[in-house]
């Protein structure tokens, strides 16, 4: 009964490869994140989706794409990897409207590292 | 852009003692959150602070908001080794706008 989940947990792969991170959440929330942890432990959103568009998008190379095949899941696709692309990504989730702060769920993050 | 920074960035104390981490920026914020982290782990929210001045209580975790909204502490009363973690606070501003801290990376030693 895991509320964020990703996958895989750890992905080592070779530069210029492309892969992908999956994420799901069970909670019923209505928006989905990316974030991306660098080594200095600094996590820095990258997207949000809510109901399935897209409503914040960070200066992020355009080799990355997160794709909602519905409000359960988002996805992160990664083309051409480069080495600066090692890092933790994590998936988190949270419930807008009234009452709610955007409180974000965190999923356990995705370690990539590329060689 | 609107930032928050952290300090102090790393501290190292003795169980049982007191201890007060900072989250400041020039910035208003709607609401602002403080989340620990442990090793090889997401973030997990500790709690929400939304009204200027106020003030939560969690155990022996007290968290407080400025009055202006720009700026968050958290003290923490006689800590434990289980304290141990990274410490960030994240900002929501006006526009959906997410941001977090650099953090401060506490431990705790028995």
């Known amino acids: 009964d895991t509320a964020v989940s990703q996958t895989p947990k750890y992905l080592v792969t070779q530069m210029g490869n492309d892969k992908s991170i999956k994420c799901e959440q069970n909670?019923?929330?209505?928006?989905m994140y990316w974030y991306k942890q660098d080594s200095k432990k600094f996590l820095k959103i990258m997207f949000s989706?809510?109901?399935?568009?897209?409503?914040i998008n960070e200066t992020v190379p355009n080799r990355f794409s997160p794709k909602s095949p519905d409000k359960a899941h988002l996805n992160l696709h990664i083309n051409s990897l480069e080495l600066g692309d090692s890092a933790v990504y994590f998936c988190?989730?949270?419930?807008?409207?009234?009452?709610?702060?955007?409180?974000?769920?965190f999923g356990p993050g995705t370690r990539l590292t590329v060689l | 852009t609107q930032l928050l920074e952290q300090s102090p960035q790393f501290l190292s104390i003795q169980e049982g003692e007191n201890l007060t981490v900072y989250c400041n920026s020039s910035s208003v914020f709607s609401s602002l959150q403080w989340y620990r982290q442990e090793p090889g782990e997401g973030p997990v929210l500790l709690v929400t602070v939304v009204t200027g001045g106020e003030v939560k209580k969690l155990k022996r975790l007290t968290f407080q908001f400025g009055d202006a909204r720009k700026d968050s502490s958290l003290h923490i009363t006689a800590a434990q080794p289980g304290d141990t973690g990274l410490y960030l606070c994240?900002?929501?501003?006006?526009?959906?706008?997410?941001?977090f801290g650099p953090g401060t990376r506490l431990s705790v030693l028995p």
């Open positions: 989706y809510n109901n399935k568009e897209l409503i």
């Open positions: 988190a989730s949270s419930q807008e409207g009234r009452g709610f702060y955007n409180e974000q769920f």
């Open positions: 909670l019923g929330h209505d928006t």
């Open positions: 994240a900002g929501e501003g006006y526009g959906q706008n997410f941001v």
